[in-house]
């Protein structure tokens, strides 16, 4: 027994150093290859044997013969284990290398692209993860092009809205002065038109800021949606009658919901007044309401002729106006823009799909 002990304490005690020797090379080569880890991480294993084993053997007095084959043996299990861990290393690093060139493309601004060589589950996991990140930011860039796009095109549009009144109320203030206008109160009435017009622009801007900005302060009530669909069909009615526009809202379930009642009822005359004001002479906007598994659907419906398919993407997006001309419909095209910014602080989600002879718009919100 006493041999025994013996012998497991030399053993211990040569596999001690080499582990401590190796530890500190490790921590010297942290910073290096891998093939340098795994070379001492082996070669501290192959030491650790061979000195335990010839601390035995010496121990055990065995012959000069003896020795030397158990030093034979145990140097090449060293050779082939080093050789074997080299190898690995190679690879391990052949593959990190192909991963890093992959993942500098797309931080470059590239789509990255997953090397085809096989590699660890380790290296494989942080491909998957560098191709949902680059998938991520390619969504991303594309948002990003175009918000910009509707920047630009909001600009633009706003610039020319602006400067046609802008224009009027000079002309128009200068015929005052110069006492050239034969009916000063009919000039007067136009002047407060076209400011009331600026001053709308600027209230959606104003509004579209605040949303962009997440500033929107929402003041939630438990209200019918029966009564907000009445109150904006009551206020979009003027606007219906003098486009000769026929407003249906019989379909319109009285379901609770808990929202801001102002800024939905804006929602609400914002829909209306796009749908008026596209739809013909003697055609209809008919509103709806209901309960469905997603929340509560409220729709405006009206016969526009529908939007192209290329288009439909782009509807809620700032400055869209539905036309390519220089002097498109009335309006910044901010109004679509608000509708699903103040949809979307409520937690909800805005629609639009074509239907037979029109677009039909929905607003869908969570029940209360």
Partial sequence: MTDILLIGLLAFLGAAAAGLLGALVLRFSRHRSLIVSLTVVVAVAVTAM?????????????????????????AMAAVVSLATATLLGRWVAARSRDLTLAARSFGDGGTFAAPEAPATAELAALTRELASTSAKLDRSRERERALETSRRELVAWISHDLRTPLAGLRAMSEALEDGMAVDSQRYLGQIRTEVERMNDMVGDLFELS??????????????????????????????????????????????????????????????????????????????AAHRSEKGVVLSVTDGC??????????????????????????????????VRGIVEAHAGRAEVRNVTGGCCFEVTLPPA
């Fill in 50 to 74: 061979l000195v335990g084993t010839l601390a035995v053997a010496w121990a055990m007095f065995l012959s000069p013969h003896d020795l030397t084959v158990v030093t034979t043996v145990v």
């Fill in 210 to 287: 605040r949303i962009h900005a997440g500033s929107l302060a929402l003041t939630p009530t438990r209200i019918s949606v029966y009564d907000l669909v009445g109150d904006a069909l009551a206020g979009a009615d003027p606007l219906a009658r003098e486009h000769g526009v026929r407003l249906v809202g019989d379909r319109v379930q009285a379901v609770p919901v808990e929202v801001d009642a102002k800024e939905m009822s804006r929602v609400l005359g914002n829909l209306l007044i796009n749908a008026i004001r596209r739809t013909p002479a003697d055609g209809t906007v008919a509103v």
């Fill in 305 to 338: 002729g529908g939007i192209p398919e290329e288009d439909l993407p782009r509807v809620f997006d700032t400055g869209w106006r539905g036309s390519h001309a220089r002097t498109p419909p009335a309006g910044a095209g901010l109004g679509l823009a608000i």
